[in-house]
Nanobody, 118 residues
Framework: QVQLVESGGGLVQAGGSLRLSCAAS????????MGWYRQAPGKERELVAS??????????YYSDAVKGRFAISRDGGWKTVYLQMNSLKPEDTGVYFC?????????WGQGTRVTVSK
């Protein structure tokens, strides 16, 4: 089992920055990858960024909507995964969820809300 707790959301003006954190606990060593998803009001949840273990490397992925503005990173193995969000736009508003891929299943955090005002 893996527990995920997100933090760092809040209200920010357009053009500002936020850093989200996802603290993982439990049996974290077998995690093969983690990601950040977001769900805007009235829309489906979408993948924003991910980082996966590939041998000795950890390639990252970004959606086109956030490429060049967001950066995903990890610290202490899978203990904490961050999402640095810069140049925020009103369309980045939503609830951000942390996700962990664990063998054939996955775990989710409870989400942290990000609101970007014009």
């Amino acid at each position: 089992q893996v527990q995920l707790v997100e933090s760092g959301g809040g209200l920010v003006q357009a053009g500002g920055s936020l850093r989200l954190s996802c603290a993982a606990s439990g049996d974290i060593n077998p995690i093969s990858g983690m990601g950040w998803y977001r769900q805007a009001p009235g829309k489906e949840r979408e993948l924003v960024a991910s980082i996966v273990r590939s041998g000795n490397t950890y390639p990252t992925y970004y959606s086109d909507a956030v490429k060049g503005r967001f950066a995903i990173s990890r610290d202490g193995g899978w203990k904490t995964v961050y999402l640095q969000m810069n140049s925020l736009k009103p369309e980045d508003t939503g609830v951000y969820f942390c996700n962990a891929a664990y063998f054939t299943t996955e775990f989710w955090g409870q989400g942290t809300r990000v609101t970007v005002s014009k």
